[in-house]
Nanobody
């Protein structure tokens, strides 16, 4: 069983940056493909980014491409999401998740989820 805990959310002005972290425990983190999703009130969960176990394969959602960067440190069992040039439409609860599938964008194919961290971008 894998436990995921996100941190790093908060309130930031448009154009600012935040770095989210997701710490994993209880499983073999280094062999898992990881992803970030977000969900705004009244909207469906949206794919943000995914990275394979080694960090060599990455895929981003169109709305964040060029602004967000996913990375991981397998020695620390942690995956990160660096968010730059934030916009008010980036406001959402951000979740990290683990999946056995490579470059998966469908949230229903992810097995383990964190509790989420709130990101609010003011205009």
């Amino acid at each position: 069983q894998v436990q995921l805990v996100e941190s790093g959310g908060g309130l930031v002005q448009a154009g600012g940056s935040l770095r989210l972290s997701c710490a994993a425990s209880g499983g073999t983190f280094s062999s898992r493909n990881m992803g970030w999703f977000r969900q705004a009130p009244g909207k469906e969960r949206e794919f943000v980014a995914t990275m394979n176990w080694s960090g060599g394969r990455i895929y981003y959602g169109d709305s964040v491409k060029g602004r967000f960067t996913i990375s991981r440190d397998n020695a620390k069992n942690t995956v990160y999401l660096q968010m730059n040039s934030l916009k008010p439409e980036d406001t959402a609860v951000y979740y990290c998740a683990a999946t056995p599938r490579l470059l998966e964008v469908d949230y229903r194919k992810y097995e383990y989820w964190g509790q989420g961290t709130q990101v609010t971008v003011s205009s």
